[in-house]
């Protein structure tokens, strides 16, 4: 990690702070929970609109069309024209969707 300070003191870094938001995504063919990390002060929706073509999503769980766990990890990476929906939740709403 490089720091950089300007001449009153400021400090730069290469680190980019993010917050993790609780989300759940539709895909063409899977249900997927876990946390997408956004830039401190965007949205779910600039994430999403960000030039890459891949999505981080940490704390993965996949559910299939039944809603029978596929896959757990720690890091997914969602390619983001299979995402046919995404919603944030907070810790009730998760009580509501495959869980």
Request: aromatic residues 8%.
């Amino acid at each position: 990690m490089s720091i950089e300070y300007d001449e009153k003191g400021k400090y730069y870094t290469n680190i980019v702070p993010k917050v993790a938001v609780p989300t759940v995504i539709q895909t063409t063919t899977h249900l997927i929970r876990g946390l997408v990390h956004v830039r401190q002060g965007d949205r779910l929706k600039d994430e999403l609109e960000s030039g890459d073509d891949y999505t981080a999503v940490t704390n993965a769980t996949v559910f299939d069309g039944e809603g029978k766990v596929t896959f757990r990890g720690s890091f997914l990476a969602v390619q983001k024209r299979q995402i046919v929906w995404i919603m944030p939740v907070d810790e009730e709403g998760k009580k509501d969707v495959g869980a």
